[in-house]
């Protein structure tokens, strides 16, 4: 089955630092990945749609300065925390859709273990 | 706005109990997906569900999706301690380019043993 693999699992960075979060499709090819962030004991929010050769997309009231995202390949999106505060301290979540599968809607989307972030 | 209302937040349940969790929309879905997220991990998906009225068994799970494709539901039978977790209920909405999935606000369910 389709396996997204994000590393680090957990992160621990000082005030005003920068963390770089890595995404990858291991056995598909991924034009498009998600973003997302996820409160304690809360569903998921979609942050940004990572599209492989351009631009991210970003959902409202998501500062793209703050979280730069690049998907310079087919397998590999990375979301860089910039000047990191304490109130960016979450649980950041990226999934993609298997190409294989349509890449639409009808695809369920496949899940990295997530990166929990804590900004100190 | 296009919203999956997701009931209940939280279920809190004796072992070997049967309990249903649901999703809700007033738009039309082309297929809804169920996953289940333990604490420090990603969601892990376990069913997709395409056909108004089609009903899913995984083991002690039962999906169901609505004949309007506007809801689904999931009911466990027998609840087991394995089963605690945080369930969601996600799709893509018709109309939006089946692109973009928006997420139910999640059950947190807990079974004790």
């Known amino acids: 089955g389709a396996v997204v693999s994000q590393h680090p699992s957990w992160v621990i960075c000082k005030s005003g630092t920068s963390v770089k979060i890595e995404c990858r499709s291991l056995?598909?090819?991924?034009?498009?990945m998600f973003w997302y962030r996820q409160f304690p004991k809360q569903s998921l929010m979609l942050m940004a749609t990572s599209n492989e050769g351009s631009k991210a997309t970003y959902e409202q009231g998501v500062e793209k300065d703050k979280f730069l995202i690049n998907h310079a390949s087919l397998t590999l999106s990375t979301l860089t925390v910039t000047s990191a505060h304490p109130e960016d301290s979450s649980f950041y979540i990226c999934?993609?859709?298997?190409?294989?599968?349509?890449?639409?809607?009808?695809?369920?989307?496949?899940f990295g273990n997530g990166t929990r972030l804590t900004v100190t | 706005t296009q919203l999956l209302e997701q009931s209940p937040q939280f279920l809190s349940i004796q072992e070997g109990e049967n309990l249903t969790v649901y999703c809700n929309s007033s738009?039309?879905?082309?297929?809804l997906q169920w996953y289940r997220q333990e604490p420090g991990e990603g969601p892990v998906l376990l069913v997709t569900?395409?056909?108004?009225?089609e009903v899913k068994k995984l083991k002690r799970l039962t999906f169901q999706f609505g004949d309007a494709r506007k809801d689904s539901s999931l009911h466990i039978t027998a609840a087991q301690p394995g089963d605690t977790g945080l369930y969601l209920c996600a799709g893509a909405p018709v109309g939006t380019g089946g692109f973009k999935t928006i997420f139910g606000a999640g059950t947190r369910l807990f079974v004790k043993a």
């Open positions: 999934s993609a859709r298997d190409g294989r599968a349509g890449g639409q809607g009808n695809s369920p989307l496949h």
């Open positions: 738009s039309v879905f082309s297929s």
């Open positions: 569900v395409v056909t108004g009225g």
């Open positions: 056995d598909f090819q991924a034009t498009t």
